[in-house]
């Protein structure tokens, strides 16, 4: 009907759809069209108030979310050590798995999340083999982290204990740990 130019009856239509199909992926491409449709019966408002709705739900913090799960769930994949039993298993890319968990940390996310991606990104560099920049993001990891890390021993930037500190992360003595190895790797 829009394709058509039978605008009055596009959007009705885009209704019935949304109604019928309340799951289907399809709704969404309906509001899209119904707003196009009022916009050619210069019906500003009403689209615009679609296209506000439409632009909160693309741009909410959940779906947000779910997009940084899509890429930390490819990343994970591309940096886990391969299954002996498959005979054509593909290698790990650590560095790609590396670029995509900067990319997911540049996305708002929440603290927990973050704890677990700043982690896993360090782990993914110090398994490519770059160990100067593993000590970098391991660090970086306890600055933001650790409440009662204080820099590394003799670099002479150690900070102050914070007084009101966020709850510790959860991978805070493995990424000393790490730290250390990658000091000793480098």
């Known amino acids: 009907l829009f394709h058509a130019k039978k605008f009055p009856q596009a959007a009705p239509s885009a209704d019935r759809l949304s109604v019928s199909f309340p799951k289907s992926a399809w709704r969404f491409k309906a509001t899209f069209l119904k707003a196009q449709s009022l916009i050619e019966e210069k019906k500003f408002e009403q689209a615009a108030a679609l296209y506000k709705s439409e632009a909160n739900r693309l741009l909410a913090a959940e779906r947000k979310q779910e997009l940084v799960g899509v890429i930390v769930a490819f990343a994970d994949k591309l940096s886990a050590k391969p299954d002996p039993n498959v005979p054509d298993a593909p290698k790990p890319d650590f560095q790609k798995a590396y670029n ?87």
């Open 100 to 186: 995509l968990y900067t990319k997911a940390l540049g996305m708002e996310i929440s603290r927990d999340f973050r704890d677990d991606l700043v982690f896993k990104k360090a782990r993914a560099i110090q398994q490519a083999g770059n160990f100067g920049q593993a000590v970098q993001d391991f660090q970086g990891y306890l600055t933001e982290f650790d409440p009662d890390w204080t820099g590394s021993a003799g670099s002479g930037t150690a900070r102050l204990p914070m007084q009101n500190p966020p709850p510790a992360g959860k991978h805070v003595g493995m990424a000393r740990y790490r730290l250390g190895e990658s000091q000793i790797q480098a």
